[in-house]
Each structure stands twice: as C-alpha cells, then as structure tokens.
C-alpha cells in the first residue's frame, strides 16, 4: 500500500503539461506548414490528438487517485481506463500509419492490424474486468488503491516490439539513416521508462510515447523551409495546389526565373533573397514562396472574386522590371491564374517552363487562355508521343509517312525519294514536324518514330515494286540520338529485312555532329552498314559546322547542299562560283550532290549547272502522303 501511494505522490504534472505544450507546438506547425495532408499526416495527427488527451486525463486521474476519499470511484476508474486506451490507440494508430511508408501488401497489413487490433481489445477488457473481479487495478470500501495485476508494460513492450519488427522486416523499403533514427526514438522511449520505473515515477510515461512521433515528423514530413526568403520546395507546392484547388480556391501564381542562380554550386545571394522576401509580403499579402530550384521561384497569392488579375500582373510586371534595373539580374517571369484542368494534374511547374522556353530574357508574359490551351495541345502531343514509344508499335497509325519526290537529273525522271515524318492525332489532326520533333527529341522520344517511318517506308517500298513501279531507293532521316542506339545497326538491318526489299532500296541521311565520340560512332555505323548496301546521305552541307577532313574519312554516296547555298547561289556570281566549285568536288570524288529547296525554273537551271545529280524542292511537289508516289514513279517497262 506505501508503495502504491508513494507511487503517485511522487507523480508531477510537468511531463504531461510538457507533452500538452508540445503536443499545441506541432499542431501549430502542422498548420501552417506546407506538408502533403493526406492519410499519413492525418494518422500522425490522431497520434497527437489522443496524446493530447491522454496527458489531460492523466493530470486529473493523478489528482483524483491521491485523494480517493473526496472523489467518486468510477470517475477514477474512467480517467485511468481511458487514458491508457489513448495512449495504446496512438501506438495502434502507429502500426495503420506503417503501411506507406513501407510499402507493405495487403495481406501484410491487415495481419498486423488484425493483431495489434486484438492486443488492444483485450488491455480494454482487462481493465474493466480487473475492476469488477479486482485482480487490477482498483479502490476499497476503505479508500485504499490496490494496483494488481497491471498489464501496462506488457502491452507497451508488445506494441513497440510490433513496430520495431515492422521496421526491421522491411529495412530495405526506407533510407538506413532514417530507419536506425526511428528505432533509436524507441530505445530513447524504454530507457526513460526504465529509469522513472527505478525512481517509482510515473511522470513521464505519456511523454515517451511522443518520441516516436518527433522522429517520424522530423525525417517523413519536414518542412524544408528557406529561413531567410520563407520558401518552400516542389513537394509543399504540390501540396498547396492540390488543397486549394479541393477548396475551389484561384490562386495567381508569377513563376520568377533567373538563370544564373539555376547552375549547381550557385546560390541566390541573401540580399536578393531578402528583397524576394519583402515582395511576397508587399503584393502577395498572405501569399507564399516556393522555391522549386535555384533560380526557380514561385508566388501565390489567393485571388477574390472580382480583383483584377490585368492590374495586379501589370504591377508585379512593373515591379520587377524596377528591380531588374537595380540588380542587373536576368530574368523571365510567367504570371496565370490557377485553371481546372492544370490544378487536377498539378503541372503548373511543366506550364511555366513551356512558357519560359518560348520567351527572350528579361521578358515578362502575363498568361492568357489561348496560351494555355497551346500547353494543353502540347501535353497532349506529348502524352501521345510517350504512348507510340511505350507500345512500340511498327505499325502504329497516329505516325504517318510523307514524301517528297526528287528529281533524276541524268535520267529526267522521278525515282527517288525522302521520306518525311507527320502525326495524325484523334484531337489535333496532321501535327508537323516542327511542332513535335523537338518534343520527341527532348523527352526521347525520336528513335521509336525513326523506326516507325522506316518501317513504313520499307513495307510501301514493297507494294510500289510489285505494283511494277522502279524505286532506285527513298531515303529516311535519322539523328544523332538514333545512331547512339546500341542496336541501331542490327534494328535498321531488320526491319529492311523483314520487309522482303533489297538494302539499296533504302538510304540513310544524317547530319554531321561536331561531337568526337559521335563522329567514331557514325563512322563505324556507316562502314558496318554499307556493307549490306546501304546507301549514306550527308544532309544539311552548307549549314552550321562543316568539316571537310571528317567528311572525307566518311563513305557518303550522295550530298545534300542545304537551301541556304542554293540562295546563296543565286545571289551573285562570286557566290554561284564558289557553291559549283565545291559541287564539282564532290563529283569528281566520286560523290553525287543532291540540291534541295528548289522552287522555280531559275534555280533548276543555275543547279544544273553547278553539277547537280538530284534535285528536290516545291517546284516538283510538296511533300505528299508516300502512297501518292505513283503519280511520279514510272512502271518498269517505262523506264
């Protein structure tokens, strides 16, 4: 009995007053804080909230339990009952928040839910009975505390051994750093029990059980907030977004972007940050920052309904010219409203840079709904693009063949051609190359459509021969980014060979890179391939970097002179001069030159003369679908 009551005379209510304040101090941050508030953070605030009420409870049940003779029974009975039921539903709520972050199955799951679910229901039953059957907890006809048979510990030991094995069982589903700092919050928990339980103390039990919750909160939801500027990173904009679009909130967001502070090992100076600091509290007046990458930055600020989103974008426009002209900092600014569709996909960040790319520094770009609906057709384009290069599909109908016919000077006939690329999308139509070749090259895309064409030229190549028409050969583009592929040789081969054509009905233009590494790689491709027969194009001769040592070490059948020398031709005679002495080189080493870009009887005649083979341009045809070759190729017996 004098140890039962020295027991809770020795309690104080500062660990449960401790454990309250702080328990109001992550709710605080929790709010204001830009965490993702989805099941996880919900799971961790029902820890805070029992917790919470746990502390609460054990201060009155402390204060009731010393004076059994004043208070009425049951009440103590409740308080003690309940608080050990919060306290062992945080650390169930514990093993239900577990799942996530581990990525647990199923079946896992529910097993140690189902577990966790019965230990706790027993303690429940415990605690009743070892009121009414008094082998527990509880008070005398004489007002004297008999604590019996507890089972505290023994539940607190389950429970916490029932996290530890989850963690340890799935140590390879979480960063090793982050794993050893949760179960050493666990360690830290035990050993506190065990040495208030040296001291007969009881002070400080609810408090070991928030431990666990500073480690989780610290390493799984941390806010990374930028001290100075008062910034946040993608993930809390992310987050932002998603809330504010589920509260029908519109946000106008200015995306700042300066290019020099967006290089590894640089940093936005304090001043500046400083100055970005005292803008979002001047306009954005409850706004928030997001720093998304160095020199990436984004301002939000909540629009009400009838603000003017022209005057408010025209004064942070002014404003950061002014500041421009001070700080002599590059810029590109991108000011919009939040849109539906934009927010349920959350890809403002992506918006923001499609913008920025198509604008000069230090411009400023106050968004309309025509711009916006360019980025749709774009993400749209682009989704389309990531769906032909996972299918993989050589048959694929969205990826449509085009050509241009070209012109057999020493025969006067039609029997070549170059095969060009097009999309056909359900939502778009005919998409040209100049609007998706760059989207495909960025996103890696190009190799699968240089397959696709090939594919479909060689198989039309087929019908136009047994229809009895003569095809010298069509030729197909392909980048630098397709000759980098390892199988490029071997693909290329079989794709011809599967069509049933000969090698020589097919030619491959590519452009010369100034690139050392690339220029040994097209070499040996080149070599490799024309051995089967393959015929090489040189495109683009006369734009950009032309070396003429490279392209004497490279077996080129057959040159392109670019558009810009057949103007350039046509200019002056000094010019027309130099364009024909380079193509009677070509000629007499055994090279063929191709002219393209020719548009009128003027330039068929100067190319002509300056040693042209072949002849390409809008004065025979635009490019056409490549079943209309027949209205140029001839049958066999007529040619």
Sequence with gaps: MNEVATYYENYTAVGDILVMATVIVFAILLRTAYVNRGREIRLIGGVLVLLFSAAAIDIFFNIFVSNPAVYPHILIYFLRAFK????????????????????????????????????????????IGGVFLKYGFYIDENNVVHTGFN?????????????????LRYKDK??????????SSCGVSFIVMFIQGLYNQSSFTIATFLFPTYAVLYYLHANPLDIVMG????????????????????????????????????????????????????????????????????????????????????????????????????????????????????????????IENRMPEND???????????????????????????KKDLHDSRVIVFCQPVYNVTTGKFDTAEALMRLKLEKTGMVFPDKFIPIAEAHNYIHMLSMI???KTCEQIRKLMEDGYYVKRISVNFSMIDIREEHFAFNVKQIIEDAGIEYDK????ITESQNESDFMMVRDRIFEMRKNGIIFYLDDFGTGYSNFERIMELPFDIV????????????????????????????????????????????????TRMFARYLQGYKYSKPIPIENLTEFFEKVHDY
């Design 453 to 455: 064409i090939l594919a």
């Design 84 to 127: 050990h039921i919060f306290l062992f539903s945080s650390l169930f709520l514990y093993v239900l928040y577990m799942k996530d972050p581990l990525h647990m199955n199923e079946e896992l799951d529910v097993k140690y839910i189902v577990i966790s679910a019965t230990v706790l229901i027993m303690m429940i039953m415990h605690e």
């Design 231 to 354: 910034s946040s990173n993608e993930d809390e904009f992310e987050t932002y977004i998603t809330e504010t679009h589920a509260q029908k909130k519109k946000l106008l967001i200015a995306g700042l972007y300066m290019r020099e502070f967006d290089f590894p090992g640089t940093k936005m100076p304090k001043e500046l940050r400083n100055k970005m600091r005292d803008y979002n509290t001047l306009y954005f007046k409850g706004g928030k920052i997001f720093q998304i990458s160095g020199g990436r930055l984004l301002f939000c600020s909540e629009i009400k309904e009838g603000d003017d989103y022209e005057k408010a974008g025209n004064w942070i426009i002014n404003y950061v010219r002014e500041q421009r002209e001070i700080y002599k900092q590059d810029f590109k600014l991108v000011i919009t409203k939040t849109d539906d569709n934009l927010s349920e996909r959350n890809d403002y960040i992506s918006f923001i840079q499609y």
């Design 506 to 509: 097919i030619a491959i233009e």
């Design 364 to 390: 400023a770009r106050l968004i309309t709904e025509k711009e916006i609906q360019g980025y749709y057709d774009h993400r749209y384009i682009v989704d389309e693009l990531a769906d032909i290069n996972e």
């Design 560 to 607: 392109k002179f670019d558009r810009s020398l057949v103007i350039a031709s046509g200019s002056d005679v000094k010019a027309e001069t130099m364009v024909s002495y380079l193509a009677h080189m070509f000629t007499d080493m055994n090279y063929s030159v191709l002219y393209e870009g020719i548009e009128n009887e003027e330039d068929e005649m100067r190319c």
């Design 174 to 183: 979480i960063y090793r750093p982050v794993l050893y700092g949760i179960i």
């Design 151 to 167: 089972i505290f510990a023994i539940v607190y030991v389950f429970f916490v051994s029932l996290l530890i094995i989850m963690l």
